[in-house]
Nanobody, 121 residues
């Protein structure tokens, strides 16, 4: 599975962005899709994950109610809707795919290249 993240950019605090993750290959729909982010000088951290069917979703506790993960398997694409953005949300956002379902980056076998989100105050 190859992944391509897009949709990042510069946004003011309080604004919204929607990231996309385009997957290639027939098996994309059978994988869990996750989003992670890495701020400058920080460790990569879990943001959200969605099961292959879309029926189960998981979020970092601090992002519940602010970010929404979804997917459209017919389009081989996943999404991360980010609302009420704050400067501390500034990071490179990565999408990833896993045969398992979970929050730990170690279980994700396939990674996109990342897209930069910058939130100005």
């Amino acid at each position: 599975v190859q992944l391509q993240a897009s949709g990042g950019g510069l946004v003011q605090a309080g604004g919204s962005l929607r990231l996309s993750c385009a997957g290639s290959g027939r098996t994309f729909s059978s994988y869990t899709m996750g989003w992670f982010r890495q701020a400058p000088g920080a460790e990569r951290e879990f943001v959200a994950a969605i099961s292959w069917s879309g029926k189960s979703t998981y979020y970092a506790d601090s992002l519940k109610g602010l970010f929404t993960i979804s997917r459209d398997n017919a389009k081989n694409t996943g999404y991360l809707q980010m609302n009420s953005l704050k400067p501390e949300d500034t990071a490179v956002y990565y999408c990833a795919a896993s045969a398992a379902l979970g929050r730990h980056s170690a279980i994700y076998d396939y990674w996109g290249q990342g897209t930069l989100v910058t939130v100005s105050s």
